[in-house]
């Protein structure tokens, strides 16, 4: 099977951007495609790697510090207090469906890892054995009733029921673009903010040299203030 195989009748836009963030990461191509041919516990370890990898991303591109990325790379996903998914929340990063999408495929991950146990479980057992139907389709359904994943328009749990991993592919899919995305607007905010400072620092070496003793930001605002001025008179003798 081929990845355009895979990818037939899918909404191709996340499936795109999470194509652009695995070659971001250096991960070889097809790497999300194949991750459908893993067993359900390796399918589940590696796709925690990726989203871990993308909110590490997001997290280091909205606070403007490159230099933070080892240090943000270390902490917990999941942990609401001391964890990445804290600074998402207190930085307002991304909305609660995609964070609920991301704590529990977290919590099914940690289960899978420090219980051996679980090494040759599939998804169908675990969401069988443990009961969270209602709760494991609500987090990767971000919330939603119905999700039309195909002609049949089945209820979301059973489709859950059929093909867990298939389902959590797909709209873990719309997770990682959201947050690809959102990353790549934070780092061009941070580009335009330091263009922004070095047009400032270039005015204010002008204006040091003519003998204005203030800084480029309120130079600006005051003759903004001033021009703004001037129009409301011009318009006021004129009426």
Not at 180 to 197: A, C, F, G, H, S
Request: glycine share 6%; aromatic share 8%.
């Amino acid at each position: 099977m081929t990845n355009n195989d895979i990818y037939n009748n899918r909404p191709t836009e996340p499936f795109e951007a999470v194509e652009e963030l695995v070659k971001e990461l250096g991960l070889p191509e097809g790497f999300y495609a194949e991750l459908l041919d893993e067993d359900d516990w390796s399918f589940i370890i590696k796709l925690h790697a990726l989203m871990e990898a993308a909110v590490t991303g997001l997290i280091v591109a909205a606070l403007g510090q490159k230099e933070l990325h080892n240090l943000i790379s270390r902490l917990e996903l999941s942990n609401k207090t001391t964890g990445k998914m804290a600074f998402v929340k207190a930085l307002s990063l991304l909305e609660d469906d995609y964070r609920r999408f991301i704590v529990t495929l977290s919590q099914i991950r940690n289960e899978f890892v420090h219980d051996v146990s679980n090494v040759g479980m599939s998804l169908k057992e675990y969401i069988a054995q443990s009961n969270k139907l209602d709760s494991v389709t609500k987090a990767f359904c971000f919330g939603k009733d119905k999700v039309e994943f195909d002609k049949r328009k089945l209820d979301n749990k059973e489709y859950m029921r059929e093909d867990p991993k298939e389902v959590i592919w797909t709209t873990a899919a719309v997770c990682l673009g959201v947050i690809y995305v959102k990353k790549l607007n934070k780092t061009d905010i941070w580009k335009l903010k330091e263009t922004r400072q070095r047009m400032y620092g270039r005015l204010e070496g002008v204006m040091r040299l003519v003998g204005i003793e203030t800084d480029a930001e309120t130079f600006i605002a005051q003759h903004k203030e001033a021009n703004t001025a001037e129009t409301d008179k011009g318009e006021s003798e004129q009426s």
